[in-house]
């Protein structure tokens, strides 16, 4: 070596992502609540080989730990280390996702099965008073469930609902959106899923309201409504069905109708999601972006209103976190340490997304002619 001495490779792997680190604000091994603690020193290797698959896999692993997960991801995010470490696992992603749909027919029961039918003792320890999977309007609510109740009414609002008048629900979960409606507002309601425990929930749930449930794909409808919404369902259409999925809504509403869409929301054009994400919660799901969205809406839709309250997704996550941890004692055994590892670094992920202004929440009103003298969005 002339000399020199030469630096085995596990010290340079460690060197690189402790500067990593150190460029996002975090320490390995340091005393702060956003430091981290690495407990196996395959870590390094894992992490540059991987990204934020390997990053997301290790802590399930418990090779690292830290006191504030959500305040170390928030830190990365914000000095874009997902950019900078990609990983295999994003590479692949990304050229399946411009080889194949992955959200066609066949492909979109996925995330069904591997998040939605996961048990509704697992989601009504989290969500609250009410099953509302999204998130929740805080502009003056304190308290989770009232947050969601405020939510519900705000997209109620905003279609103007009357009595008598039929709503149709794309990707209705489990029915709370349909039961606030046609109880607080009057209306008739349709709702769709592709999730079987989803929609026997649902029925449950709506029983002696005139609301039908239906468990097919949004490309199976035929119907004529006056309203429409689609509430956290839309991040799992792909960009490649955007056009179908504007087309059945087009189609179904009435020509003086209104459509509310409420979707997370992503700051650039993509066609994928994250590999962590894709491989443990949401399969095959991609963030649409602004322009995404505006591309597959023109001649279709008149866009009246786009309302951004994207931080309050944070504390709709933070509300969440509460609960799970307030209740896995009384989970069951199914929900071992690994899938509750899991779990948390969902959560904190997502809040960390939000926090750091990454991600929106969208809520658009739209027409399909335009509302004769204007559209005045109540907030």
Not at 282 to 296: D, E, G, Y
């Amino acid at each position: 070596m002339h000399g020199l001495v030469a630096i085995p490779r596990q010290g340079r792997l460690e060197r690189r992502v402790h500067g990593l680190l150190e460029s996002a604000g975090v320490r390995v091994n340091g005393d702060r609540p956003f430091d981290i603690q690495v407990h196996d020193q395959r870590f390094y290797r894992r992490v540059l080989a991987q990204g934020s698959l390997g990053l997301g896999e290790s802590w399930m692993d418990g090779w690292w730990t830290t006191g504030s997960l959500d305040g170390v991801l928030y830190r990365l995010l914000v000095a874009r280390l997902d950019k900078r470490v990609l990983g295999i696992g994003a590479i692949l992603d990304a050229v399946a996702a411009r080889l194949l749909n992955l959200q066609s027919p066949d492909r979109a029961g996925a995330v069904a099965e591997r998040h939605y039918d996961l048990g509704n003792d697992l989601y009504g320890a989290m969500l609250g008073k009410r099953l509302v999977y999204s998130c929740g309007y805080w502009r003056h609510a304190t308290d989770l469930d009232s947050a969601q109740e405020a939510k519900l009414d705000l997209c109620c609002r905003k279609l103007g609902l009357a009595r008598g008048m039929r709503l149709l629900d794309i990707g209705c979960g489990w029915g709370e959106m349909l039961k606030f409606a046609a109880r607080e507002y009057g209306v008739k309601g349709v709702g769709v899923t592709i999730s079987r425990e989803q929609a026997e929930y649902a029925r449950a749930l709506c029983r002696g309201l005139d609301v039908e449930i239906r468990l097919c794909d949004y490309r199976e409808l035929d119907v004529q409504v006056d309203r429409i919404v689609s509430i956290g369902m839309f991040e799992h259409v792909g960009v490649r069905n955007y056009d179908s999925f504007f087309e059945v809504a087009r189609r179904s509403l009435d020509p003086d109708g209104l459509m509310l869409l409420h979707t997370i929301g992503a700051e650039r054009s993509t066609h994928h999601t994250d590999p962590w994400i894709h491989r443990y919660i949401f399969p095959n799901s991609m963030l649409p972006s602004a322009v995404q969205i505006a591309t597959a809406s023109e001649d279709r839709f008149v866009i009246e209103d786009w309302h951004n309250f994207g931080t309050d997704y944070d504390l709709t996550l933070q509300a969440w976190r509460d609960n799970i941890e307030a209740s896995w004692h009384r989970l069951g055994e199914r929900y071992d340490e690994r899938f509750r590892r899991m779990w948390r670094f969902y959560l904190a992920a997502s809040m960390a997304l939000f926090r750091s202004r990454r991600a929106q929440l969208w809520q658009l009103v739209l027409s399909p002619h335009g509302v004769p003298g204007g559209y005045v969005a109540p907030r």
